[in-house]
């Protein structure tokens, strides 16, 4: 009924005002690092080589009345990159040679002042509604799925279809509420395909189980078995489009003493994939690596990875404002401004089942059935325990005269970590595993695996974890010098890297810990980028994304793409 009273109040408007606007974009970017990870019998990554060629076109129409308005932004874009092109067939199709795609961000209608009740606004439709005032790290804005599929977009969001009602009953105050009746997941980049070859991976909270679970697999590969293991597809689990799971989010907002402050709560479910079921099936066939007769295998065990999105309830907290400490010393002096995000997050625990159909594997067979995980009360591995945890964003940001502008923050937390564990709380996430090497390669093996698992993956694996939440500091920094602007944006990863070993001569297992300052645990993003404003509309940009870190830090890890160079060109309308 709201909505029949908007569309027809529009209709009925003596005067409808209409906004056009857009941009053309052009953008190039080269890959210059060689990603491989995985082995000859499943390679996985990618060559040096042009990764984006695409051109986009786009519109943002808005008709507005005195009762409201309509708006859509919507982007056109041509890949540049022909499809999969596997006959003669595909070369006569146009939507396979010069592929293209559209973007809906945003396709809604509004109604103001709706029922005569005056600050009580209605949104309907496809649309983002970012309440975050962090500057691209937001962990408070979890009504709409993240997209990473374009690096250079960091903290994009996809528009969803929603229901939005605000009431602003004074200028000082606005209530809102939103229902989001359909999950979307987040988009991943096209190098996130890379974390497949990563099968030293394991998703376990427990540290004895995870350890087992690795040196489980490896000796099968590396003795006399000679059966690896390789993740060969990923199968998502999406939420069933009813009520139980429809998304919705609530937010009291004002001003207070001239600063900014909102409080806010959502339920719905992390955007991210995460695992509950890994299934593994035997692929028999003996290969050996080309070129080398004495690498071979006698088959493959297959796993398929079963991810899902755990249901939270996020508790927000916004505040944003000026403030000017050293105002005293002189009138010139500019105030601060300041922007704090807080996210108390309560997840609903994920647990993990392991199981595979009949193994043959030559000299042993494994039953079909789920893996004797040895826990209490027959209970399944957990993946992400059911504790609270904080994820947030603090940042200041000061003007030096009209040519320089800074900003700093510290995020703790990425858009893709999720889970209790940081320096506030217990809890870790696999980086990296190997088995130890011995003088005697008999220390570990399979007939000790199978009498003493526990005490095999105990000893026998060198692991490298993580916090699940990490702590890193965004530099940024504007150079403004009339039409041409020099920006360098940085992002230092603090969270420390943890190497557990054994050491035989203690009879123990050992742990190091790796600051950012280490090589093992250096991590960081360099982004330099350099524009000019020609007037009328168009601008030309050049930078890079530069990755720096070894393959079990954040930024170094290969699904994170590598270091690519850029080139855009842009002309607005």
Known sequence: MLLLTLLCGMAQAQEIEWEVGGHIQTDIRYGTDTLRVGTWYAPLGQDPGFIRNQNLFKAKVAAKSDRGKAFLDADLVYFGFPDTIDSTFALSRREIVDPFRVELHSAYMEGWDLGGVRGLDLRVGQQKVQWGVGDQFNPTNNLNADDLEDPLLFGDQLGNVMVRLDYTPIPALSLSAVAVPVFKPALLPQTGRIALGLTD?????????????????????????????????????????????????????????????????????????????????????????????????????????????????????????????????HPKVQPIGYRLELAWIDPVAQTMSVTNDELALGITTQPAGEYDYQLPDDSKPIVIPDDRFFKWTAGLDYSFG???????????????????????????????????????????????????????????????????????????????????????????????????????????????????????????????????????????AGGAVVMIGEEWTKFGDPATGGTQVFTRAKYSF
């Not at 004895?208 to 998502?236: C, H, I, K, M, Q």
């Not at 402050?261 to 593994?280: E, Q």
């Not at 796993?303 to 916004?318: F, K, R, S």
């Not at 990490?470 to 190497?499: A, E, H, S």
Request: net charge negative.
């Open 402 to 540: 009209k040519y320089i502008y800074a900003n700093v923050q510290w995020v703790h937390g990425m858009p893709d970590e999720f889970g209790a564990g940081d320096w506030i709380t217990p809890g870790v996430t696999q980086r990296k595993a190997e088995l130890l090497q011995y003088e005697d390669p008999l220390t570990c093996n399979v007939l000790n695996l199978q009498t003493d698992p526990r005490g095999q993956g105990e000893q026998c694996v060198k692991e490298w974890t993580r916090p699940r939440i990490g702590d890193y500091g965004v530099i940024g920094v504007d150079l403004n010098l009339r039409q041409t602007k020099l920006r360098m944006f940085t992002i230092l990863d603090f969270t420390p890297i943890l190497v557990s070993t054994y050491d035989a001569e203690a009879g123990e297992r050992v742990e190091t810990r790796y600051s950012w300052t280490t090589d093992t645990g250096r991590s960081m993003v360099l982004y330099p980028e350099l524009s000019h404003n020609f007037g009328g509309g168009l601008e030309l």
């Open 201 to 329: 991976r394991i998703p376990v909270d427990d540290a004895e189980l995870r350890r087992e679970l690795y040196a489980s697999n490896a000796l099968l590969e590396d003795f006399a078995l000679s059966w690896p293991t390789v993740v060969n597809g990923v199968s998502p689990r999406l939420p069933d489009a009813n009520l139980q799971n429809m998304q919705w989010s609530a937010r009291i907002a004002g001003t207070l003493g001239m600063q900014d402050i909102a409080l806010s709560y959502y339920k719905g479910r992390f955007d991210f994939p995460v695992a509950y079921n890994n299934h593994t099936t035997a692929a028999p066939g003996d290969q050996c690596k080309p070129g080398d007769p004495e690498d071979c295998i006698k088959g493959i065990l297959q796993t398929v990875a079963g991810v899902t999105y755990p249901e939270m309830q996020v508790w927000g907290l916004n505040a944003a404002g000026e403030m000017n400490p050293l105002g005293w010393i």
